[in-house]
């Protein structure tokens, strides 16, 4: 299929991806998705294309790659048009027991990409993260602008990070939450925005779940339970709110150049993650709900 062949080209605006996004029109009247990235980018888009198709081979409902080359603008990457609405548009439409719901089909295709494994030369988890935090940490203390409480997220992380030895690692989506979700119009989840893709501990994807939390509680304990199968272990808690204080210490540093809106929404959310977890003295965050007791079936196969 050539990309220049397409009836029709409409920019979509949305996303913090560099990526230039079009819905594309081909001959025979179906959509696609067709992203446009430098040519810099050659390798890595490559690596998404390939990760992606593997994503797809489990069955996982997703945008599904189509073509990967160069053209004259940079590199292009064709994927399947999902004909739906934002997932994160639809949610608090929803009755709490649905958005449970949707949330542990949600942790259910999450545990399912963590099938993928890493290439035996991956670097060990310990060493790489460990290496993350000491940046972020510099980061946030370069900052001009300081959460309050901010410290307690650092004493936190100094406190755990001996939980990064040993950890297992496996492919990641990358930015897997509510705003890379969508609901087709059957009502089934579908995942978009693989260009975060990575190898890591599968346990620090749920690192975005802060932005599913701050929209729907249910959504989000539905999600670590339906990915634990209501099992969840301490450990995983523990080292999640080490995996969210590195995150939100970064947040602020990346916001600045985005303006006084991106930094107040950084600041008003860290403000939430100490009041979840009690300026960090507790790892299991207020938001979670437990085990929900369902009288019927429901979930991802």
């Not at 739906?84 to 608090?92: A, I, P, Q, R, S």
């Not at 409480?149 to 930015?175: E, T």
Request: overall charge negative; glycine content about 6%; proline content about 5%.
């Amino acid at each position: 299929m050539s990309i220049y062949d397409f009836k029709t080209k409409v920019q979509i605006e949305k996303g913090w991806s560099s990526d230039k996004k079009y819905c594309v029109t081909a001959p025979d009247g179906k959509n696609y998705l067709l992203r446009i990235s430098k040519i810099d980018q050659q390798e890595r888009k490559r690596f998404e294309f390939e990760m992606m198709k593997c994503v797809e081979a489990l069955g996982v409902p997703m945008c599904k790659p189509i073509e990967f080359g160069t053209c004259n603008e940079g590199v292009y990457f064709l994927q399947s048009w999902i004909e739906g609405k934002d997932f994160e548009d639809v949610l608090t439409m929803l009755t709490d027991t649905e958005q449970y719901v949707y949330g542990i089909e949600a942790g259910q295709i999450l545990k399912h990409i963590h099938t993928i494994p890493v290439p035996d030369t991956q670097e060990k988890w310990e060493v790489r993260f460990n290496r993350k935090i000491e940046r972020k940490i510099q980061m946030y203390k370069d900052c001009p602008i300081k959460y309050e409480n901010g410290q307690s997220f650092i004493d936190y992380i100094n406190a755990n990070r001996y939980l990064l030895k040993n950890r297992p690692q496996s492919y990641q989506h990358g930015d897997y939450h509510i705003g890379n979700m969508m609901i087709d119009y059957d009502g089934k989840l579908q995942i978009i925005d693989f260009d975060k893709n990575d190898f890591g501990d599968p346990w620090e994807e749920f690192n975005r779940i802060v932005w599913c939390a701050q929209k729907s509680p249910f959504f989000a304990s539905g999600m670590v339970n339906g990915y634990f199968d209501e099992n969840v272990p301490m450990d995983f808690w523990v080292l999640l709110a080490l995996y969210i204080s590195s995150n939100t210490l970064s947040s602020i540093p990346w916001a600045i150049p985005f303006g006084q809106s991106e930094i107040d929404t950084m600041i008003n959310q860290a403000k939430e993650v100490l009041e979840w977890y009690d300026n960090m003295r507790n790892p299991v965050p207020t938001w979670y709900k437990g085990y929900i007791k369902k009288d019927f079936c429901c979930g991802y196969k």
